[in-house]
Nanobody
Framework: VQLQASGGGLVQAGGSLRLSCAASGRSFSSYAMGWFRQAPGKEREFVAAITWSGDSTYYAESVKGRFTISRDNAKNTVYLQMNSLKPEDTAVYSC???????????????????WGKGTQVTVSS
């Protein structure tokens, strides 16, 4: 599975962005998907994840209520709708895929099956 994130940009605090992650390969619907971010000088952190069916979603506390993860298996795409953005949301956002959603949520980033290149999100104050 190859992943490509897009949709980043510069937005003012309080604004919104929607990130997309397009996947290639026939087995996209077999994978749980996640979004992660890394700010300059900080460690990579989990943002959100969604099961292969889309029935369950999980969020970091810092984004709960503001971000929404969703997927369209017919389009091989996962989305991250980001509302009420804050300057501290500034980071490079990357998408990832793994057979097990527990792996996406577990913090063992080296164990995740597939990573995509990131997209920069910058929130100005």
């Amino acid at each position: 599975v190859q992943l490509q994130a897009s949709g980043g940009g510069l937005v003012q605090a309080g604004g919104s962005l929607r990130l997309s992650c397009a996947a290639s390969g026939r087995s996209f619907s077999s994978y749980a998907m996640g979004w992660f971010r890394q700010a300059p000088g900080k460690e990579r952190e989990f943002v959100a994840a969604i099961t292969w069916s889309g029935d369950s979603t999980y969020y970091a506390e810092s984004v709960k209520g503001r971000f929404t993860i969703s997927r369209d298996n017919a389009k091989n795409t996962v989305y991250l709708q980001m509302n009420s953005l804050k300057p501290e949301d500034t980071a490079v956002y990357s998408c990832a895929a793994d057979v097990f959603i527990a792996t996406l949520r577990g913090g063992d980033y080296d164990g995740i099956d597939y990573w995509g290149k990131g997209t920069q999100v910058t929130v100005s104050s």
